[in-house]
């Protein structure tokens, strides 16, 4: 796969995925119309330096998840960091770059990660390494865009339809007005373990009457 791409326009979603669900695949979506991307890669994380380990799916399961709303050949899930053994965003976006020098990527991020970006390693290199889209998050959007990173990239701003023109240089990153979705990973989570608890609860009285 080194040195492939083709020129081809690519939106990077990472994430744990933990589980992925409808609203990555309403993210990929909307980024494969707004930028006029070839194709979305699900880029699932094999650690989240930001997240706990508590209540973290094994990878293969993230994965299976991912692979399940993906949509081939233009929404893709993929082991790519797993492969690259890179959990660091900037150390990532540095090994894609050098594997497929002639594609366009876009890293794809929701609102509420330009938000916390300040928090993340070498954030100031991942802004110069490629170029950003961010998309609305319920509760995210105008906290995010009166941020740090907002304000540090105040003069990189661009429409979504520019993003990938010429002259690509970074930084540059743009907002893409879309509806939002209200789908959460966490909210998902809560509610397996919230039937977990029933069932049990359903199993013990079952056995009391036994």
């Known amino acids: 796969m080194r040195g492939r791409g083709f020129a081809r326009r690519v939106g990077l979603l990472g994430g744990s995925f933990n589980p992925a669900h409808a609203g990555h695949r309403h993210v990929a979506e909307v980024a494969l119309r707004a930028l006029r991307l070839h194709e979305v890669w699900l880029l699932v994380s094999p650690g989240n330096p930001l997240k706990p380990e508590a209540g973290m799916a094994a990878f293969a399961e993230r994965l299976a998840s991912a692979r399940r709303v993906a949509a081939p050949p233009r ?16 150390r990532s ?14 890293f794809l991020i929701g609102a509420d990660n330009l938000l916390q970006l300040p928090r993340w390693r ?52 743009c907002f893409v007005p879309a509806r939002m979705h209200a789908a959460s ?3 998902i989570r809560a509610a397996r373990a919230e039937e977990g608890s029933r069932h049990g609860r359903g199993q013990g009285q079952q056995d009391q009457g036994a």
């Open 75 to 90: 929404i893709r899930a993929s082991a790519l960091e797993q492969r690259l053994r890179t959990a660091l965003t900037w």
């Open 93 to 106: 976006l540095s090994r894609i770059r050098r594997l497929w020098p002639r594609a366009r990527f876009v």
């Open 122 to 173: 070498r954030w100031r290199r991942i802004i110069r390494l490629v170029p950003i889209a961010v998309l609305p998050r319920p509760g995210y959007v105008r906290a995010a865009l009166r941020g740090q990173a907002a304000a540090v990239l105040r003069h990189a701003r661009r429409r979504p339809a520019q993003l990938l023109a010429p002259p690509l240089a970074t930084p540059r990153w």
């Open 185 to 187: 990973a966490t909210a």
